[in-house]
């Protein structure tokens, strides 16, 4: 039989630099076609369960005399850590960017029992 209960919700956010690639001409600033950068964010506390998480940019500092192609998302989101998955492709040439995040979940009560296969 399961306990039904309100789950308590937890905000965790941050903002982190995902990369700086102008200054020792890194692939995203020298390199082109496809291409990605990763950065793992650890959660200030584990979640309950897995959040959802919301990423923007909060700094981009691009070449402006070729287009601008990117995207930025979140992925690998466990309870305790995700991964923030920068990409751009063609001639885009990104000098750096830095990356807000929220985190939105369930936080684990005091009493709860660890699951034990």
């Avoid at 309100?6 to 001409?25: A, H, K, M």
């Avoid at 998480?53 to 930025?72: C, F, G, K, N």
């Avoid at 989101?77 to 990409?87: D, H, R």
């Avoid at 929220?102 to 296969?117: F, H, K, R, S």
Wanted: charged share 30%; glycine share 6%.
């Amino acid at each position: 039989m399961k306990r039904l209960r309100n789950p308590r919700t937890g905000i965790d956010q941050g903002d982190v630099l995902v990369f700086s690639d102008f200054q020792e001409g890194g692939e995203m600033w020298t390199g082109h076609g496809q291409r990605e950068k990763r950065c793992t964010v650890l959660f200030s506390d584990s979640f309950a369960s897995t959040p959802s998480v919301q990423i923007s940019v909060s700094l981009w500092d691009i070449d402006t005399s070729v287009t601008a192609r990117a995207e930025i998302l979140a992925e690998n989101i466990t309870k305790s850590q995700f991964e923030i998955v920068f990409k751009t492709w063609g001639d885009s040439r990104i000098a750096r960017i830095r990356a807000s995040w929220l985190a939105i979940g369930e936080l684990p009560y005091e009493d709860d029992w660890d699951d034990v296969d």
